[in-house]
């Protein structure tokens, strides 16, 4: 099991207008693009990234979980992250106060989460090509009863996510992903083996 805690992320203000673009149907224009960086500027005070993660065999992953893993993979990662809970109280106050920054927060906490998953996926990676093996994308865990097994399992307390069994709820500032290891020669005969796509006419 790895934490790390308060590592850096670079939030990207392209990626952030880009998904103010395609999820709220905002204009992409230069104010918005002035904007949305001096909402990531005022973000540094409360943005307090963590992850907590841990590699499993296969053989031990199909034991103490029902993630479903597919032909030719032999590990899987189990990530956690979080941004931080003073995230969502700063959310919460822009809205009631009628910020003009409230417009921007979610897509700041979507472009940060999905930096601090970045970040442990890299370090996996270095240890994936360690034992010769790539790693898939993120696969997001969505299925309640899933999260709350692998919650307990990462002890994704320690990084400050806590559910409430009774009624366990996914906050909105943290993530769950796995990522499974192939073994690299196998990985790159499945791709070999794939057809190319043909360009449209």
């Given at each position: 099991m790895t934490k790390i805690k308060n590592f850096r992320i670079h939030l990207r203000a392209r990626e952030i207008v880009r998904w103010l673009k395609n999820n709220r149907?905002?204009?992409?224009?230069?104010?918005?693009q002035l904007a949305v960086e001096s909402a990531i500027e005022k973000s540094k005070a409360f943005l307090h990234p963590a992850a907590v993660y841990t590699t499993l065999t296969r053989a031990t992953a199909e034991k103490a979980t029902s993630i479903a893993f597919p032909d030719?993979?032999?590990?899987?990662?189990?990530?956690?992250?979080?941004?931080?809970?003073?995230?969502?109280?700063?959310?919460?106050?822009?809205?009631?106060?009628?910020?003009?920054?409230?417009?921007?927060?979610?897509?700041?906490?979507?472009?940060?989460?999905?930096?601090?998953?970045?970040?442990?996926?890299?370090?996996?990676?270095?240890?994936?090509?360690?034992?010769?093996?790539?790693?898939?994308?993120?696969?997001?865990?969505?299925?309640?009863?899933?999260?709350?097994?692998?919650?307990?399992?990462?002890?994704?307390?320690r990084i400050g996510i806590q559910l409430n069994p009774a009624q366990p709820e996914w906050p909105?500032?943290?993530?769950?992903?796995?990522?499974?290891?192939?073994?690299a020669r196998r990985a790159a005969s499945r791709k070999s083996d794939a057809k190319p796509v043909k360009a449209a006419a």
């Amino acid at each position: 099991m790895t934490k790390i805690k308060n590592f850096r992320i670079h939030l990207r203000a392209r990626e952030i207008v880009r998904w103010l673009k395609n999820n709220r149907r905002m204009a992409a224009t230069p104010e918005m693009q002035l904007a949305v960086e001096s909402a990531i500027e005022k973000s540094k005070a409360f943005l307090h990234p963590a992850a907590v993660y841990t590699t499993l065999t296969r053989a031990t992953a199909e034991k103490a979980t029902s993630i479903a893993f597919p032909d030719h993979s032999v590990a899987a990662s189990i990530i956690a992250v979080t941004i931080g809970p003073l995230f969502d109280s700063e959310q919460t106050a822009a809205l009631q106060n009628d910020d003009p920054r409230a417009q921007f927060l979610d897509a700041l906490k979507e472009e940060g989460l999905q930096q601090s998953i970045h970040f442990a996926v890299r370090l996996l990676q270095e240890q994936a090509k360690e034992e010769e093996c790539e790693l898939s994308s993120p696969v997001l865990a969505e299925d309640v009863a899933l999260l709350s097994s692998l919650t307990t399992l990462l002890g994704s307390q320690r990084i400050g996510i806590q559910l409430n069994p009774a009624q366990p709820e996914w906050p909105s500032h943290a993530r769950l992903v796995w990522t499974y290891w192939t073994p690299a020669r196998r990985a790159a005969s499945r791709k070999s083996d794939a057809k190319p796509v043909k360009a449209a006419a």
